[in-house]
């Protein structure tokens, strides 16, 4: 993919750099939003690394997924195979991506740490949770657009308006108490969450996180595979 470029696989932290850099600028100076009292001697460019990284992953995953169905619509038509083999690769594609920026960001937490936590690798749970949360989400979505063509710019949209409801540049606390619940109805807050207590505090990922996003994946899951089970042979008809 990078092959061509000058800069070759240091594109792929180019984005999260420009998103950390901007919004640490905005947040931290001219808007002052406090962590310190969630996350105590953690930088604020550190603090929003841990959710930029994760986001990026889902919003450019799904953004590319969802119409990657109809952008083969070539190859669908030519010969049959599973369908949803065409929005997981672009996932694990993305993927990729996501490990090795993560694999490149992991010194600056462990700097400010002072120290190699072993909960480290607890963050196999989060990424394994968020990869097949993905994978169902994209897989779900492509199915959508090819029988409703408007599903690739709903999708953009909602992207743009869940951004603001993740808690990538403010913590949870900032969430008023009364709408806290239905705050947490949103799968990337736990998702967030159990990155920032790895990296920042070196915490166990809360089981309430891990039950809530493992109902979601199961969900999702079950939806896709089913759509798909149902309109994968008459696809091609579609496209």
């Known amino acids: 993919r990078y092959k061509n470029a000058t800069l070759g696989f240091l594109w792929m932290l ?3 750099v420009l998103q950390m850099i901007i919004l640490s600028i ?4 001219y808007v002052k939003i406090n962590i310190s009292n969630d996350y105590p001697g953690q930088p604020y460019p ?26 083969e619509s070539n190859l669908v038509k030519k010969v049959f195979f599973p369908r949803e083999i065409i929005p997981i690769s ?19 937490p462990l ?12 963050l196999l749970i989060p990424i394994i949770l968020l990869t097949f949360f993905v994978i169902s989400l994209t897989a779900l979505v492509s199915n959508l657009d090819v029988f409703f063509r408007d599903t690739r710019y709903i999708v953009e949209a909602l992207v743009m308006v869940w951004f603001y409801a993740t808690p990538i540049f403010y913590p949870v606390s900032y969430v008023p108490e009364k709408l806290r619940l239905f705050y947490h109805c949103n799968p990337m807050v736990s998702f ?5 207590d790895i990296l920042l505090k070196g915490d166990v990922p809360g089981w ?3 039950i809530y996003t493992s109902i979601i994946i ?7 595979r089913i759509l798909y089970r149902k309109r994968g042979p008459v696809m091609a008809d579609y496209l």
């Open 14 to 16: 180019l984005n999260p």
């Open 26 to 29: 905005v947040f931290s100076i």
């Open 46 to 71: 550190v603090f929003l690394l841990c959710a930029i990284l994760p986001w990026n992953f889902l919003s450019v995953s799904l953004n590319a997924g969802s119409h990657s169905l109809v952008e």
């Open 90 to 108: 672009i996932v694990v594609g993305h993927l990729i991506n996501f490990l090795t920026a993560l694999l490149l960001f992991l010194p600056f």
């Open 111 to 122: 700097i400010f740490q002072k120290q190699l936590p072993w909960e480290l690798i607890l």
């Open 192 to 196: 967030v969450q159990m990155f920032r």
């Open 208 to 210: 309430i996180h891990i």
């Open 218 to 224: 199961i969900f999702v899951a079950g939806l896709a």
